[in-house]
């Protein structure tokens, strides 16, 4: 079997295999790093790690746009000058892979943010745009930081949730206007939210704001591309560490939900081993 690197990439961490090995990097993505940050992390920090010969690279990355699927796969070969069999596509392929393989279905990332597919079994056929936390972005760890303190600002939680919140955080409503307005990456902050939302899933109210945004999601993102006979599958922390909330928003919206994955990577391995 041909030794095969696989990098599943986000803009924060690039988790990559070859065989059993596995290595986690800084995050790589061509849209918004230049030709140098990108160099520097391959040959720094994941080449030294790699002590087998790569033969062949797939490579999947949030930022990996069409037009930028030339530049990412010249810069592996200028680190791998031997390997002939390069690619890079995007990170919405790579889940779309590794939930379903060789065969159709719905893929989902649920994160930081959002994304979903239409797929064919080898390619994307049809996408919903995302639109980013602000616009869009329903059933992202971004919009459910929104949403709950929206809710909790205005409210609508239980009784004594913004005294509690404040005491856990030490955060006054003051502060968490300058996180979001004056602060960079509001996103992230955000979505960092999740955890403390996490703890109180067994108040109602909070659950709700959950599978509201899971519901949110589908019906906004995954109805359009019109196969409610196609199971669901999503990857992210997101889809994973709430997976009971997103399996009753689908149930709710008439959705089957197959494969939930909190990384990519392992699914792609799977694919690649499959043939």
């Not at 399996?247 to 494969?259: C, H, M, S, T």
Request: proline share 3%.
């Amino acid at each position: 079997m041909a030794k095969i690197l696989i990098a599943d990439s986000g803009s924060t961490k690039t988790d990559w295999a070859l065989g059993d090995v596995r290595v986690t990097t800084q995050g790589i993505n061509p849209f918004h790093q230049d030709d140098e940050s990108i160099l520097g992390i391959l040959r720094e920090e994941l080449r030294p790690a790699l002590k087998d010969e790569v033969e062949a690279i797939r490579f999947y990355g949030s930022g990996v746009r069409p037009e930028l699927e030339a530049r990412m796969e010249g810069l592996l070969r200028q680190v791998f000058g031997k390997v002939g069999d390069v690619s890079a596509k995007s990170d919405m392929l790579g889940a779309a892979r590794a939930l379903c393989g060789r065969h159709e279905g719905l893929a989902c990332i649920l994160g930081t943010g959002a994304n979903s597919c239409l797929y064919d079994g080898e390619r994307i056929v049809m996408n919903t745009p995302a639109m980013g936390y602000i616009l869009g972005d329903e059933g992202s760890g971004a919009t459910l930081g929104k949403e709950f303190l929206n809710a909790l600002y205005k409210g609508r939680l239980y009784e004594g949730a913004r005294e509690e919140f404040e005491a856990e955080t030490g955060m006054t409503m003051a502060d968490v206007i300058t996180k979001v307005y004056r602060q960079p990456m509001p996103n992230r902050w955000l979505a960092s939210l999740s955890k403390y939302i996490h703890r109180h899933l067994k108040e109602p109210t909070v659950r709700n704001i959950v599978v509201e945004n899971f519901r949110k999601f589908i019906s906004h993102n995954v109805r359009p591309y019109g196969r409610q006979d196609l199971a669901l599958g999503a990857v992210g922390s997101i889809a994973y560490y709430y997976e009971e909330q997103l399996r009753q928003a689908a149930k709710e919206e008439g959705y089957a939900v197959g494969r939930i994955l909190r990384s990519p990577i392992d699914g792609l391995v799977e694919m690649e081993q499959l043939g």
